[in-house]
T-cell receptor, first 109, second 113 residues
Framework: NAGVTQTPKFQVLKTGQSMTLQCAQD?????MYWYRQDPGMGLRLIYY???????DKGEVPNGYNVSRLNKREFSLRLESAAPSQTSVYFC????????FGSGTRLTVV | GNSVTQMEGPVTLSEEAFLTINCTYT??????LFWYVQYPGEGLQLLLK?????DKGSNKGFEATYRKETTSFHLEKGSVQVSDSAVYFC????????????FGSGTKLNVKP
């Protein structure tokens, strides 16, 4: 039982490059989330998807896009990376109980 | 608006000491309240939760009581172990939208043998 799987675990980007963070869950959860974690600021919600085919903005959506590809997968895309997007990104899914992935550490130089 | 304030860390304790990590919140109505724990290099794990006033959440020796009158949800444990060393996050989920979680900034706990 893998739970929530995020890829990649680490990534270094140059300013202006694009990339997609992948997330998949095997628990048949309807709701999925993307958070970023910055020192001293806890987790902040970027986007969420309450069910397949729907997405909504969270607290800090600027500079990001998401796709709920199917019930299992929820990807986060940075179209033009900026140093301010250096962070640790967590994907989570929820249906009663909640599970988090182990995170993606992204550095934008 | 919605927000969560936690005591700043790090908190350093000796094994078997009593632990309190303070958490207060601001919210519209009566939110659900949560404590999460994050071990090094891992994602967050739900530790305990409470969904209404005066509820007590408990798990693995940790407890927290939902206090509406003081808008607090302090985390306590009677006797900490080295294995409890981690970062602890308090969070709330508003009554009107359970998909929107608001997290505190986290409190790092170091337990020394």
């Amino acid at each position: 039982n893998a739970g929530v799987t995020q890829t990649p675990k680490f990534q270094v980007l140059k300013t202006g490059q694009s990339m997609t963070l992948q997330c998949a869950q095997d628990m048949n959860h309807n709701s999925m989330y993307w958070y970023r974690q910055d020192p001293g600021m806890g987790l902040r919600l970027i986007y969420y998807s309450a069910s397949e085919g729907t997405t909504d903005k969270g607290e800090v959506p600027n500079g990001y896009n998401v796709s709920r590809l199917n019930k299992r997968e929820f990807s986060l895309r940075l179209e033009s990376a900026a140093p301010s997007q250096t962070s640790v990104y967590f994907c989570a899914s929820r249906e009663g109980t909640e599970s988090f992935g182990s995170g993606t550490r992204l550095t934008v130089v | 608006g919605n927000s969560v304030t936690q005591m700043e860390g790090p908190v350093t304790l000796s094994e078997e000491a009593f632990l309190t990590i303070n958490c207060t919140y601001t919210a519209t109505g009566y939110p659900s309240l949560f404590w999460y724990v994050q071990y090094p290099g891992e994602g967050l794990q739900l530790l305990l939760k409470a969904t209404k006033a005066d509820d007590k959440g408990s798990n693995k020796g940790f407890e927290a009581t939902y206090r509406k009158e003081t808008t607090s949800f302090h985390l306590e444990k009677g006797s900490v172990q080295v294995s409890d060393s981690a970062v602890y996050f308090c969070a709330l989920s508003p009554l009107y939208n359970f998909n929107k979680f608001y997290f505190g900034s986290g409190t790092k706990l170091n337990v020394k043998p």
